[in-house]
């Protein structure tokens, strides 16, 4: 099969996307690497370009997205889709979606300019603000009272609006849920608003309600490989963040059940476009038999029809973790 990996310059030097692609090479498929701020992208020709998949590695606000919807627009697989990867990235859109479809999230704020965040109602303190751009863990500030948004320095060149969330009570360490398709891993995680606090980053066991909720967060957002920042509050599970291709760290043989993933879901989309076709030819030239059989039906209360089989997903490659770091030259892989 064949992919093209869209992969923004922040990504450049990360093992995240880049090892999936070798191993994809490894395993005998073609992989081009395309970073959207080095390349003029022809929008003609994309049906041309044959490719079974986009994958793509984005920043919040880079153009990597724009690709992706014109191939999609184009009628190519995408991995995450577009508008799931939309969702998510801007913070304040997943916000206020997760909350409406009734997900576990903390009262959220949005704010145009980091002045605002005074007129938020002091009872709703402590308030963690977060740049609805960012990234990483990145321009993350907690504030425990109105008093402190005379020291809060949030504003910058990368900064575009901001979120104000309520901040929820744990025990001040992040869970974080790796999802691969209905496959959930959890990874303990420092926080950054406890940088004080000591953990260790390590593979979790799985609670039921985490596996219930990740895989529930993936139904909604219309997602196939992400993962979600959680907390746990006296109330249970709480989602804060939800990202579309993370770094899948302490996820066990991340780089193949990840590959694997990539290369079920595009097999998926080529059946079904094969399928269409074919569905179209038949109904063309079987359309008078069509009739003729109902026609029969109608005289004798026979049916002839057959109970759909489903067709059960495929065996992933079995083949050994690849642990190919650094970084990836832009054109193909071969």
Known sequence: ?????????????????????????????????????????????????????????????????????????????????????????????????????????????????????????????????????????????????????????????????FLAQCYVENPGYDIKLYVIG???????????????????????????????LARRVGEIFGLDIYGLDVLESSTGPVVVDINDFPSFERVPRAVSRVAGYVLHLAKEAKLKRQEQPRARGAVNREGPQKLAKADRRKRTGVSSEVPQVTREEPIRPGVAETQTSGELPVGKLR
């Open 1 to 161: 099969m064949r992919f093209c990996f869209i992969v923004e310059a922040n990504y450049r030097l990360e093992s995240m996307p880049t090892v999936i692609a070798r191993q994809l090479v490894q395993w005998g498929h073609a992989v081009d690497i395309l970073e959207p701020s080095n390349t003029v992208t022809s929008l003609c020709d994309l049906k041309e370009q044959v490719y079974d998949a986009y994958v793509l590695k984005t920043v919040s606000d880079g153009p990597g997205l724009c690709i992706l919807e014109a191939a999609e627009a184009a009628g190519i697989p995408t991995i995450n889709n577009s508008r799931a990867i939309r969702l998510v990235r801007d913070k304040s859109l997943c916000a206020a979606f997760a909350y409406a479809q009734g997900l576990p999230f903390p009262r959220s704020y949005f704010v145009a300019n980091s002045e605002l965040l005074k007129k938020i109602p002091q009872e709703d303190y402590p308030l963690v603000v977060k740049p609805t751009n960012g990234s990483s863990g990145r321009g993350i500030h907690l504030v425990n009272s109105p008093a402190q948004l005379a020291e809060l320095k949030v504003d910058g060149p990368s900064v575009c609006f």
């Open 182 to 212: 209905k496959d959930v891993y959890a990874v303990s995680r420092e926080s950054p608003l406890h940088p004080d606090l000591e953990v260790t980053n390590r593979l979790l066991p799985l609670k039921p309600e985490w596996l219930s």
